[in-house]
């Protein structure tokens, strides 16, 4: 499923930003495309896209430089970012589009199939980390609500009502609702049994 994914394709060749964008969209992904930075950047803050493809060389700003731009903003450091160029291929200018915090660096020419296999691979690495990322965040809140029980809770000596950290008395049920994933069921000890319900016995059940 593909269509959940967004991905903005920035080339200032329009003849490869189309073929590009045709590519893309055959495998299901939802596009968008520009062909400068600052088309670019309006983009990013307006639709906020997963992947970026985006040319090293732009008509009004190198794409390393914008790269950068992207991955230094704490609002879009997330945004996968995948330097593209068929002029500047080499290991060095490759290795410093990824020291300036790209995700990965194709070189043209590239097969349509070979574009595709590395976009793919880019996205189920986005995924993943989106789901760790919800996991932690499950996790987190999973021990916001233990450590929240865990303190000191104070319950009258009568009633065995709890009170809550805005100082109001409820209900044990009702404060462990709250604060756990329990579910409450009312039973009766034996203690009590005999106590309240002397003539109750486990044959008159």
Wanted: glycine content about 6%.
């Amino acid at each position: 499923m593909n269509s959940d994914i967004k991905i903005l394709i920035v080339d200032d060749d329009p003849e490869l930003l189309f073929a590009t964008a045709r590519i893309v969209k055959s495998a299901g992904y939802r596009v968008y495309t520009s062909s400068t930075a600052s088309q670019c950047m309006e983009l990013v803050k307006n639709n906020r896209p997963d992947l970026i493809l985006l040319d090293v060389m732009l008509p009004d700003a190198n794409g390393q430089a914008l790269c950068s731009q992207i991955k230094a903003d704490p609002a879009f450091k997330d945004i996968f970012v995948v330097l593209i160029s068929g002029t500047i291929t080499g290991s060095a200018e490759q290795a410093d589009g990824l020291d300036l915090g790209a995700d990965g660096y194709i070189a043209r020419p590239i097969t349509n199939r070979e574009l595709l296999a590395r976009i793919g691979a880019m996205v189920r690495i986005l995924k993943a980390e989106r789901e760790r990322d919800r996991v932690i965040t499950q996790l987190e809140e999973a021990l916001a609500r233990v450590k929240k029980l865990s303190g000191l809770l104070p319950i009258c000596a009568g009633c065995k009502k709890i009170r809550d950290d805005k100082g109001y008395w409820e209900q044990i049920e009702s404060y462990l609702n709250k604060h756990t994933d329990a579910t409450m069921s009312h039973g009766i000890c034996p203690e009590c049994a005999d106590k309240y319900y002397p003539g109750l016995t486990s044959d008159d059940n």
